[in-house]
């Protein structure tokens, strides 16, 4: 029981972290409430900036990509910034802080 009692700190790459909270505020501040993010934690983003959210498979194809956001009308796509980037001929990153870079789909092929 000596672990309940020890103090950790605060979880440095959460939901509430300096970070997350930054990009919660760029998303609600420079999009719009009827675009929709492609992100791995959908529901997380939906709560923390209202907008339309969802996921997508991290090993997709650039085709299969393509075809999925156009089907789900995907504007922009967040992904921690230790991912690997994404294609980079049909996304483009606008924003990005220590934890995350959101990328505009261009659609651009």
Known sequence: ?????????????SIT?????????????HTDPDD????????????????????VAENISREDFLHFAERVKAEYWLRPVNAP??????????FGNEQFVLYRITQDS
């Open 85 to 94: 980037a994404p294609f980079r001929d049909v996304v483009k990153p606008i």
């Open 36 to 55: 929709v993010i492609l992100f791995g934690a959908p529901y997380v983003l939906l709560i923390y900036t209202t907008r339309h959210t969802t996921q």
């Open 17 to 29: 972290s300096s970070a997350a909270r930054e990009i919660s505020a760029y998303i609600e501040e």
């Open 1 to 13: 029981m000596r672990y309940a009692a020890v103090s950790y700190g605060p979880i440095e790459k």
